[in-house]
């Protein structure tokens, strides 16, 4: 449990009835879809306010959010052979579960449609890449993708694929592939997001080099504070807020502490750390919620995101920087890179 001011929450959650929030990552799309080899495998509604997980569109409702980004994660059993195929099932199941929600939830085109669903009570769901093996060896594969609903690709998890290494083999101190140069320069024609986190450092560094559009980390934490590979140096930060970009703050405790629980003061201090180093228009949310096994107290679920509205109050945020961290941030790079 956490103390949370009642005119304090009563205070966030009236931002959040103004305000479009953006939460750059979740690996909800994992628990709706079929797992070939787990029979006993029981999906979760997209639809139902679940007991377990920690988003649905109740809870989206309930926390506030106007915009989810939804991550299309291929874990290691489908690559590489069956990477193409297994993204291709899930953004399916993704689809079949928003037909069942069309009043209630669209998927992201432009930037126009994160709008158009405040203004109509409605759930954004922008569609991503977590790692971009389902293009296999050719990038040509991002047009379909892209006619599909992807707007933001990280190149990598945390392994290597055919377009660069992730954090996971950063020993070898690589650059990106041949392929991985393509990749970027058909995301910049497509307008797509590219997404940094996940890419080990060498490799963050040649994108950073061959790459002069905005780029976002949309869910990892500062390196300064809890030194975890998955997290961002400050020279890191300021390269991308050199881009214009956004870091979207990861809730994985183990990203935010070196030890121990994590409370929602312990991503606020992430916030902190990124606002004197870049400043406030860098700063958003990248939940990282069912993807990852626990959460801050006081963030359980999406549900929950007013508490932390609560807390940058608390923490003598101002309501026009709040917003900014909520999605204003975010919406900016969509509407830059996306139109």
């Known amino acids: 449990m956490i103390n949370i001011d009642k005119e304090l929450l009563d205070e966030a959650k009236s931002i959040h009835k103004e305000s479009i929030i953006i939460d750059a990552h979740c690996d909800t799309v994992l628990q709706l879809a079929p797992i070939r080899w787990r029979p006993d495998w ?24 106007t915009c989810q980004f939804f991550a299309i994660f291929v874990d290691a059993t489908y690559k590489p052979e069956n990477a193409t195929e297994r993204a291709l099932e899930l953004i399916s199941t993704l689809y079949m579960e928003l037909e069942k929600a069309r009043d209630k939830a669209i998927i992201v085109d432009k930037h126009e449609d994160i709008i158009k669903a405040k203004k109509e009570g409605k759930i954004a769901i922008l569609i991503s890449f977590e790692g971009a093996e389902p293009i296999q060896f050719n990038p040509i594969l991002l047009r379909p993708f892209y006619k599909l609903g992807v707007r933001a690709v990280s190149l990598t998890w945390n392994e290597r694929n055919m377009l660069a290494d992730g954090v996971g083999e950063r020993r070898t101190g690589s650059k990106l592939t041949r392929l991985g140069l393509r990749a970027l320069e058909l995301m910049d024609e497509l307008g797509i997001i590219v997404d940094v986190s996940h890419l080990s450092e060498s490799c963050f560094w040649d994108l950073v080099e061959n790459h002069k559009k905005t780029i976002i980390a949309s869910h990892s934490d500062c390196k300064a504070l809890c030194n975890h590979p998955r997290n961002l140096t400050d020279e890191q930060l300021k390269a991308i807020a050199e881009k214009n970009g956004v870091i979207g703050i990861n809730f994985y405790p183990r990203f935010l502490v070196k030890e121990g629980k994590a409370t929602v003061d312990d991503l606020i201090k992430h916030i902190e750390h990124i606002e004197k180093t870049i400043g406030i228009n860098h700063i958003g949310l990248g939940s990282d919620f069912d993807g990852i096994p626990s959460t801050p107290v006081g963030l359980e679920d999406v549900s929950k995101l007013p508490n932390l509205t609560a807390k940058l109050l608390e923490h003598g945020y101002s309501k026009k920087d709040i917003k900014k961290i909520l999605g204003e941030n975010f919406l900016r790079v969509i509407r830059e890179i996306v139109g």
């Open 42 to 65: 029981k999906p979760r509604s997209l639809l139902e306010r679940g007991k377990s997980g920690h988003i649905d569109i109740p809870r989206l409702f309930e926390g506030g959010v």
